[in-house]
C-alpha cells in the first residue's frame, strides 16, 4: 500500500467508539488528545466525543467518510486509534477495518 487507505475511508472512525485511559488527555499530559474532545465514561476511561453514541462519528474526523477524511488531531489521537490499522497492512485482514468498512457499504481492502 503506498498511499494511506484511511484517508479516503474514515470508517472506524464513525463506527466504534474510541475509548481510552483517561491520562492520555493533555490536561494530564502535554501534548495528550485534547481533553476538549473527550468526555468521561467512568473512573479510568475517557472517549472521544462523538464515539459514546449510537451513531458515532468522531469530534475529531473531518470530511465525508468513504470519500475523503482526515484526523483534526492525528498527531495527538489517543492510543485506541493508533493500534487500528488497514487490512492488510500488516499482511493479512483486520477484522475491525474490515467491519467498518462494510458498515458503510465500502468494499475491503485488497491485499
Not at 476511561?45 to 477524511?69: D, F, I, S, W
Amino acid at each position: 500500500m503506498s498511499e494511506n487507505p484511511c484517508r479516503e475511508c474514515g470508517a472506524c472512525c464513525a463506527v466504534f467508539r474510541v475509548s481510552f485511559y483517561w491520562a492520555e488527555a493533555d490536561d494530564v499530559t502535554p501534548g495528550g488528545v485534547p481533553v476538549s474532545m473527550t468526555e468521561d465514561i467512568g473512573n479510568l476511561l475517557r472517549a472521544m466525543k462523538g464515539t459514546n453514541t449510537e451513531k458515532p462519528p468522531c469530534a475529531a474526523l473531518e470530511g465525508a467518510v468513504g470519500h475523503h477524511v482526515f484526523c483534526s488531531i492525528y498527531d495527538n489521537r489517543p492510543s485506541t486509534c493508533r493500534d487500528v490499522l488497514p487490512s492488510y497492512q500488516n499482511g493479512k485482514p483486520d477484522d475491525k477495518c474490515d467491519f467498518a468498512r462494510f458498515s458503510y457499504n465500502l468494499e475491503p481492502l485488497g491485499k
